[in-house]
């Protein structure tokens, strides 16, 4: 997943509008780009904890996890295509059950 986030590669990194929305409202003055960028240092993480989440209609390796950008807390949702080539974001907003998954 984070070699695909890496590349920046708009067409191998799918993001939903609704995350798109949740982030720019969560961080106002952040661009679009920051996104992918920020979740693919999230997983950088060693400390990271996260679930997987069996409950997708898209198929693929889905994770949820909840992290730390600029002080904030986010809770994240994002989708490994099967083939490991395109990622999809469905969630990037504040975390509205506690901040643990």
């Known amino acids: 997943m984070q070699a695909v986030l890496a ?3 708009r067409s191998k990194i799918i993001v939903r509008q609704r995350a798109l ?12 780009s920051e996104l992918p960028s920020a979740i ?10 996260g679930n997987q989440v069996f409950t997708m209609q898209e198929p693929g390796e889905v ?4 992290f730390a950008h600029a002080n904030k ?6 989708n490994l295509c099967p083939d490991g080539t395109v990622v999809i ?13």
């Open 89 to 101: 974001i469905y969630s990037a907003h504040r975390p509205l059950k506690g901040e643990t998954v």
């Open 7 to 9: 590349t920046e590669d």
């Open 63 to 66: 994770y949820e996890f909840i």
């Open 40 to 49: 693919h240092d999230a997983l950088d993480d060693a400390d990271l904890i």
């Open 21 to 32: 929305l949740d982030w720019s409202a969560l961080f106002p003055s952040s661009f679009p």
């Open 73 to 78: 807390p986010v809770y994240a949702k994002v």
